[in-house]
């Protein structure tokens, strides 16, 4: 069983459409994130939700926004899609706040 | 000054050797820091978490936390092929109406057979 799953795996679109990345956890956690990792394997945190409530939001374009319906999903929508999106958007969940964090394998976004 | 400092490598070494990693940091709030270990086209997977300064061992991995110097490091013993990934510090800080959290850029190891 997959303890964080993110759909799709790879998604290949064209500058400025609009997509979705899902995330679903079956660990039973209280909080969940979105990372980028770019080329250079940089891994940034871009937000969090603990109970879906917000409570990491780094300076990230507000094209971006994140979306908890329930403690055990976390969307990423992403409006009008640049060059710079590219990149692999990892979803992860912890316990609770500063517990170790269980990753998905990633979403490989790639803007023509 | 990053808020996280790692080298990233690449470090080769041969099997069996020790793999000596590490990451500075400067955000003294930092209270709890991780190790992950991240193969190609996978997410990072936990390798070692603590909290306080000192060492944690764990079979051929052993995390060391010095907060007076503001310094994280992991050995790997008896290094194997396997071992060949990145690995990630990571560290986070509880912050009033916050949480803060920061990753080093990570290191690529290889060991040679």
């Known amino acids: 069983d997959t303890a964080v799953s993110q759909t799709p795996k790879y998604l290949v679109t064209q500058m400025g459409n609009d997509k979705s990345i899902k995330c679903e956890q079956n660990?039973?956690?209280?909080?969940m994130y979105w990372y980028k990792q770019d080329s250079k394997k940089f891994l940034k945190i871009m937000f969090s939700y603990n109970n879906k409530e917000l409570i990491i939001n780094e300076t990230v374009p507000n094209r971006f926004s994140p979306k908890s319906p329930d403690k055990a999903h976390l969307n990423l929508h992403i409006n009008s899609l640049e060059l710079g999106d590219s990149a692999v958007y990892f979803c992860?969940?912890?316990?609770?706040?500063?517990?170790?964090?269980?990753f998905g394998d990633g979403t490989r976004l790639s803007i023509l | 000054q990053k808020e996280v400092e790692q080298d990233p490598g690449p470090l080769s070494v041969p099997e069996g050797a020790i793999v000596s990693l590490n990451c500075t940091y400067s955000?003294?709030?930092?209270?709890?820091f991780m190790w992950y270990r991240q193969y190609s086209r996978k997410g990072p997977e936990l390798l070692m978490y603590t909290y306080s300064s000192g060492n944690k061992e764990d079979g051929r991995f052993t995390a060391q936390v010095d907060k007076s110097s503001k310094y994280i490091s992991l050995f790997i013993r008896d290094s194997q092929p396997s071992d060949s990934a990145t690995y990630l510090c990571a560290m986070s800080a509880p912050l009033r109406g916050n949480n803060r959290l920061a990753f080093g850029k990570g290191n690529q190891v290889v060991v040679i057979p």
């Open positions: 955000n003294s709030a930092f209270q709890y």
């Open positions: 992860a969940s912890s316990l609770g706040v500063n517990q170790p964090q269980h």
């Open positions: 660990l039973g956690h209280d909080t």
